[in-house]
């Protein structure tokens, strides 16, 4: 309790349980290191602290990425100080449905939604707002509740042109 009155109310605890290391290990399969030193950019959306964006950083050093350039952008200002401290890029504050407008004309390799997606107020435009975010061959990380309307979801992707969509539940 302590922590959380010093530290404006961010758990770390709460940071961990955003921690999704099977879904980020499962991103970079088939990952093939980058020519000629190319950056690599990351985009984590709501990662509360960063703790996946800096899992994922670290995945990459180790299969030899050396260029790594962390983005984030948070709906939670109380996580922007942490965020800013981590990131090497741009850190950006706002509602995630005005993530294209604010995030620029920015591309991404990875962008990784650390929240339910189908928590937030127009999911769909916010899907296709990251979507529209990722550099060509880039791939995006989103979850999601086991509701009856998975199989929507794998439609409207694949209708925006991701034919790889892949599942993974617990």
Sequence with gaps: EA???KHHGIDPWDDMNNYEWIMCQQLLVGHKKSKNNKEIKLLGVDVRC????????NKLHFLGEDEIVLSAYTQDGKYWLDLKS????????GHVSDIGRIGGNEKYDYIICGELIDTYKMNFSCVHNFMAMLKKGGRLVI???NFPGITDWNDILTKMGKKDVMQYGL
């Design 3 to 5: 922590f959380r009155k």
């Design 86 to 93: 981590i990131c090497n890029g741009a850190v950006y504050c």
């Design 143 to 145: 979850k999601f509740r």
């Design 50 to 57: 960063g703790m996946p964006l800096l899992n994922l950083k």
